[in-house]
């Protein structure tokens, strides 16, 4: 998969389990978050390196949610906001994106 494809799925997936279009609750459980979560940190360091300030944002503000007093939606509606913008500066040229190890 591409960048574009994986970030695509992230967004995807985040907002199919966070909200559900049927009832309007939330269709989602800690354990679903802690999934979605590990793949779009993993992610970010992948296509952007540790030290990126988008990686620092989602690390500071959602990989941590257990060690704050946010709840894991909240933290998943910041996280979803953080790729939302990755993916609007990508499309806008200002991200510049490599493969990391």
């Keep these: 998969m591409t960048f574009e494809e994986k ?33 779009a940190e993993r992610f970010l360091i992948q296509y952007l390196g540790s030290g990126h300030p988008y990686t620092l944002e989602f690390d500071a503000h959602v990989a941590h949610v257990y060690e704050k007093e946010t709840t894991w939606d909240e933290s998943w509606g910041i996280g979803l906001g ?20």
């Design 7 to 39: 970030l695509k799925e992230l967004l995807q997936v985040g907002g199919l389990h966070r909200h559900s279009p049927t009832s309007g609750y939330f269709a989602s459980n800690s354990a679903n978050f802690a999934k979605w979560r590990m793949r």
């Design 82 to 101: 953080i790729l939302e913008a990755l993916q609007e500066d990508y499309e806008n040229g200002h991200i510049k994106i490599q493969e990391h190890e």
